[in-house]
């Protein structure tokens, strides 16, 4: 039975980068992928399109250690509208934040659909968050995604964001319910001579606490070009089109047992070229030859 996975939903894409993500380490041995583009602006646009691999996520930076001070988000108007986690980006290799694991409760009630929170990927100036967030997570539904008593909570970037090595960046958690400190997500820290990477902010300013180090987990994921010698037929195509044109490339990929690249995630890259502010809508999606478990 062939198996479909969308490696990328549909979506504006305006500059080169890396687009959405599968884990295709169940979907088969030869896969077929349909990348699908349709111009909406720019003069004499192109774009081509690519698919990298990654084995599976490494671990990257961490605090594992156990704490026992308690932070609440979002408990009045101007009080911990967001709260921040600072990390330092691996020094070596071209990685992509994939995942992030936040020591997170709730307290009070929340039934399951009134609210969410997530994460966001910040730039770093001076030791805070900067600019527009670099790309979020999937948010997560707090009566049924957030435990009750402290815990891991895993978050998701389903477009994987490439970051620079040696980097600081910032992980700013966020709610969407009504300021409560009553009922409200709270996280976990350990408490520290110096060096804490917490931050608070009063929906001015942010605030560090140099006595807080947070308990998170990242990985990460390492992408390259997807080699040339698995392609088995219909290479993609580079697309120059007029606007409003509608454009299909397909690529058909044989992963041998004993390749190495079974347990692979796979993104499609797309580079984007032309004049005036070129985009494209793409989507990409991927048919496998049957649901395997290696």
């Known amino acids: 039975m062939r198996k479909a996975t969308l490696v990328s939903t549909l979506a504006a894409v305006a500059a080169s980068a890396g687009q959405g993500c599968a884990d295709l380490r169940n979907i088969g041995r030869i896969c077929d992928f349909l990348v699908i583009s349709q111009n909406t602006a720019g003069t004499n646009p192109t774009m081509t399109p690519k698919l990298q691999s990654s084995p599976p996520p490494v671990a990257g930076p961490f605090n594992s250690a156990v704490g026992a001070t308690v932070t609440s988000l979002f408990t009045g108007a101007t009080t911990n509208n967001k709260l921040d986690t600072s990390f330092t980006a691996p020094a070596s290799g071209a990685l992509s934040l994939y995942q992030v694991q936040k020591m997170l409760q ?84 350990l408490t520290v001579a110096s060096g804490g990477n917490q931050q608070t902010f009063n929906n001015t300013t942010w605030t560090p606490v140099a006595t807080q180090a947070e308990e998170y987990n990242t990985s990460f994921l390492l992408f390259t070009d997807f080699p040339a010698n698995f392609a088995i037929g219909n290479p993609m195509q580079a697309y120059v089109q007029q606007t409003g044109a509608l454009s299909i490339s397909r690529q058909v990929i044989s992963c041998p047992l004993n390749s190495g690249l079974v347990n692979e995630f796979i993104r499609l890259y797309c580079t984007i070229g032309g004049t005036a502010s070129p985009s494209f809508n793409v989507a990409c999606e991927c048919i496998g030859d049957g649901d395997y478990n290696y």
């Open 106 to 189: 709730y307290i009070g009630a929340f039934a399951p659909g009134a609210a969410t929170v997530q994460l966001d990927i910040f730039a770093d100036s001076a030791g805070s968050p900067t600019g527009s967030s670099l790309g979020a997570s999937t948010p997560i539904d707090i009566g049924t995604g957030i435990p009750t008593a402290f815990n891991y909570v895993t978050f998701t970037w389903p477009k994987p964001l490439d970051l620079t090595a040696s980097t600081v960046y910032h992980i700013v958690m966020s709610a969407t319910y009504s300021a409560s400190a009553v009922n409200c997500v709270q996280e976990r820290s």
